[in-house]
């Protein structure tokens, strides 16, 4: 999944999304990326849709 500019990641590995960040794999992991502004709404739709489909 596209969610900035410069970064495409697997939903797989996202750990928490913020308001204006996602951290990756685990709370320990210093692994943090900034969503980009247009795509913030694509990328919540679609984790969304990724965790309903999960359970």
Known sequence: M????????NM?????????????????SKNELEIGRKYKKE???AFRNYLMDKF
Do not use: C, F, L, W
């Open 2 to 9: 596209q969610i900035h500019r410069s970064y495409a990641i």
């Open 12 to 28: 797989k590995y996202i750990y928490r999304i913020d308001k204006n960040h996602i951290n990756m794999v685990d709370e320990e």
């Open 43 to 45: 990328v919540n739709e």
